[in-house]
């Protein structure tokens, strides 16, 4: 998601209406949401069989804040059976929680029935969930006053708990008591912190109390769950928010070895921080990618472990990466990441401390054993990122060593140097043909050549590699 400038059709509405009597009621009636078509019709086609339908939740709160909503969900009075018999296509998403996918064409919009939600078992799922005919029990079940709005076309906004108000004053606030939706629902006091963060809201003192009185019980939730939100959080454009978690207490049950950073002091001069603040600034400076910033995220935390303070006082850190991509493993195991960003994250977090050096040769052989070009340029704006959270007196010097790799690494990509195996000109067809066996050696062979071309791109021809290939 992308900052916005949260000046949406809400601000457009207000000032006609502001102060006047029965401000509330005429607001509401007056805000007009642009739907698409296809989300329009399903309304419509719900509403002309009697059914109540609304779309609602983020859509509404994202619509309002001038931000583009990701998808748009619907509520209504029909029962999933009745959902299912209006519509030709649908798939039976989450049927038991009262969830039918209603498909047109390519696009699929989530139609829920009314509903509300019993205590979450363990903290995971809604033990069971009743179907409702009031909107109003639908809205309360939801967790935030800025979610829990619906807006249809002919009946205007329906905003049962202020949460416009609260989208005007940048607030996360919940629908009703804290700390019994907490109780009902553990993972919401991380979405509270995930929401404040992509939205640059303040989440009110109500809320942060019920979260440190209440953080531990997250524990109960599942790690895909968890999973998600912090994901969300972290490529917001605040990631730094984490913060935030760690304040209130959620980061010791989520991600305890964070906790640790967070205190590790780092008497040193290339840091003016603990290495906690270090990185959540590091996290700020580099693109909102899931990859990069966890990899940032991470990147430091073997730091305790390596922990020496030398007999001048001053502290090091020698040979932190490879303890930091250990526990880098061990946390998105636990949070049950996918095996693709897992390997991702760790190859970046174990080599960030390296440098290449400043010659043609040495920077090609780090993108080859880093995995490939794209892999290098992440590891470029891994290790700007981490320079420019550093102390400002050596980032100057860091920055003139990092702006000549950046220069010798374009220069390698203009003029295509060789930087894989399959960029070698000579291949192991061409080995047979010219009358090798298969086999090992073979393999050797082209890995010897490629290291040669790897020093010497120019000597990448077909015709001088299949000579040398004759002396081996
Ligand atoms: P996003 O844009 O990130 O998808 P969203 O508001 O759509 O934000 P979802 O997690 O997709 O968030 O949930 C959709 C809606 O369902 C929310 O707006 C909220 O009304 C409700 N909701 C989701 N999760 C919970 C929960 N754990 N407790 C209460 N209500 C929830
Ligand atoms: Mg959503």
Known sequence: MEDSEDSGILERNWEALEGSEDHHRKRDSMIWIEIPPKAARILTILQENGFEAYVVGGCVRDSLLGRK?????????????????????????????????????????????????????????PKQVTFTASLREDLMRRDFTINAMAYSPSDGLVDLFNGVDDLRTAQIRCV????????????????????????????????????????????????????????????????DWLRLAYECGITSVVMPEFDRIMEQRQNNPHHAYTAGEHTLVAMK???????????????????PQVFETDEKGIDHFHGHAAYSEVIARQIMRRLKLDNETLHAVCTLVGNHSRYPKLNAFDVRKTAYELGGPEVFERFLLVKR??????????????????????????????HQDPLSMKDLALSGDDLIADGRKPGPAMGEILQALFMEVLEFPERNKKEYLLSRSREM
Not at 95 to 121: A, L, N, P, S, W
């Open 69 to 125: 909503p990701q998808d748009w969900d619907i509520t209504t009075s029909a029962s999933p059976e009745q959902v299912k018999q209006l519509f030709g296509r649908t798939i039976d998403t989450g049927i038991q929680h009262g969830t039918v996918t209603v498909m047109d064409e390519k696009d699929g919009f989530e139609v829920t029935t009314y509903r509300v939600d019993g205590v979450y078992e363990d903290g995971r799922h």
């Open 285 to 303: 400076n580099i693109p909102a990618d899931r990859v990069l910033r966890l990899t940032m995220l991470f990147h430091d935390m073997g730091k």
């Open 385 to 414: 990122a981490d320079v420019l959270a550093q102390h400002p007196d050596v980032i100057a010097q860091k920055m003139d060593y990092l702006k000549a790799l950046e220069h010798i690494w374009r220069d390698i990509k203009l």
């Open 176 to 239: 009703g008591d804290p700390k019994e939706r907490f109780g009902e629902d553990a993972l919401r006091m991380l979405r509270a912190v995930r929401f404040a963060a992509q939205l640059g809201f303040s989440v009110t003192e109500d809320v942060l109390a019920a979260i440190r009185e209440l953080s531990g019980t997250l524990r109960k939730v599942s790690a895909e769950r968890i999973q998600a939100e912090l994901i969300k959080l972290l490529v917001s454009p605040r990631p």
